[in-house]
């Protein structure tokens, strides 16, 4: 049925699907790469989301490595990196009223030393990264989602867009667009953890045989305006303990820029506890009195949640 619609069809040299960090950086590599040896290479980019960045919603320490190679002027560039991490604190919590920081040699433990990193939103990253790509020739489009792969045989050769304008009841609505295929010689997945497309990849070409199993964790995040008094920017914490309920959960809370804070909690999927929720875990966490007491007189202004991949948890 769907093949006797007639679909649009664009060819590039190279289709990338999501406009995350990755999808990003790999089109500016191509398109850097296509300059250095003075060759033209069409790069498309399509991102899910409405806008770049609009489903990236995320406080972030970010450590500068990657991007000290890719554009090694960022700072001349007006990249968002505005907040140097200052401080780290971590905290183990043993209950809504008692926690204490924990003294560490930070060597030991990558992941609580942000000497040299940044704390920022990858969203603002993101528009940023895209901003930069497009000045060197890619072509992004936000607001379409890759929901087929086109296969000729068993090779990939391209995407199929999702339809547009479909009501809740499968009609077509007036502003109703068929899907498009976006053709490439290479066409790059770069849809984050457990992407639809990247299962479909993986079973297909049999890409997990022989592989531990991927372990993945829900991460809770929410953005927070917070009374200036309160605000200690490039502060970096990390809590662990209470409430974890038997998981090996933890929490961040990152001061940015503007009187804001990026907090979450993630919790690994791998719980034995059929009565757990995740969910409430992190609502119970923000009543611990360290943390309400940056919250009180602050206010939401976005939340969301994302699975994320992780390490195997240590068994308690
Ligand atoms: C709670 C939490 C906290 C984190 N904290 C940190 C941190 O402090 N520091 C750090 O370095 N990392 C952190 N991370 C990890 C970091 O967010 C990821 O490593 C990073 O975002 C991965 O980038 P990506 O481009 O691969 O995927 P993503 O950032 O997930 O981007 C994928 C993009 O592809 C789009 N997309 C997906 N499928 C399709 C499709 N079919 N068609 C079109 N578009 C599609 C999505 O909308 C999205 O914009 C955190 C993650 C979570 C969940």
Redesign the pocket.
């Known amino acids: 049925m769907s093949d006797q619609i007639e679909r649009d069809c664009m060819e590039y040299d190279v289709v990338i699907?999501?406009?995350?960090?990755?999808?990003l950086s790999t089109a500016i590599r191509i398109k850097q790469l296509a300059a250095e040896n003075n060759e033209e290479v069409s790069v498309c980019l399509?991102?899910?989301?409405s806008e770049i960045g609009a489903?990236?919603l995320?406080?972030?320490?970010?450590?500068p490595t990657a991007l000290n190679e890719l554009i090694p002027d960022w700072k001349d560039k007006g990249a968002p990196l505005n907040s140097p991490a200052t401080k780290d604190v971590v905290k183990f919590i043993i209950s809504e009223n008692l926690s204490f920081n924990i003294p560490f040699p930070s060597f030991l433990i990558p992941t609580f030393n942000n000497h040299g990193n940044y704390v920022m939103s990858?969203a603002n990253f993101?528009r940023w990264l895209a901003s930069q790509a497009e000045n060197l020739g890619v072509e992004i489009f936000p607001g379409?989602?890759?929901?087929e792969i086109i296969y000729d045989g068993n090779v990939v050769k391209g995407i199929l867009t999702g339809e547009m304008g479909i009501s809740k009841d499968g009609e077509k609505k007036p502003s109703y667009q068929p899907s498009m295929e976006l053709r490439g010689k290479y066409t790059i997945f770069?849809?984050?953890?457990r992407?639809?497309?990247g299962k479909q990849l993986i079973k297909n070409y049999n890409l997990d045989n022989d592989k531990d199993p991927q372990h993945y964790g829900i991460?809770?995040?929410e953005i927070w305006d917070i009374a200036p008094e309160d605000h200690k920017e490039g502060t970096v914490m990390h809590t662990m303990g209470w409430p974890s309920n038997g998981t090996i959960s933890g929490s961040?809370f990152?001061h940015g820029e503007n009187n804001q804070v990026y907090l979450?909690y993630?919790v690994p999927l791998d719980y034995e506890n059929p009565h757990l929720s995740p969910f409430d875990e992190f609502q119970q966490w923000k009543q611990q009195k360290d943390i309400k007491k940056v919250l009180e007189k602050g206010k939401r202004v976005a939340y969301g949640a994302?699975?994320?991949i992780k390490r195997l948890s240590i068994k308690a």
Do not use: D, Q, W
């Not at 699907?17 to 999808?23: E, F, L, Q, T, W």
């Open positions: 699907v999501g406009g995350g960090p990755s999808g399509i991102e899910k989301g489903h990236i995320s406080g972030n320490v970010f450590e990858l993101c379409f989602t890759a929901s770069a849809e984050g953890c992407g639809h497309l991460g809770f995040k961040y990152y979450g993630v994302r699975a994320l």
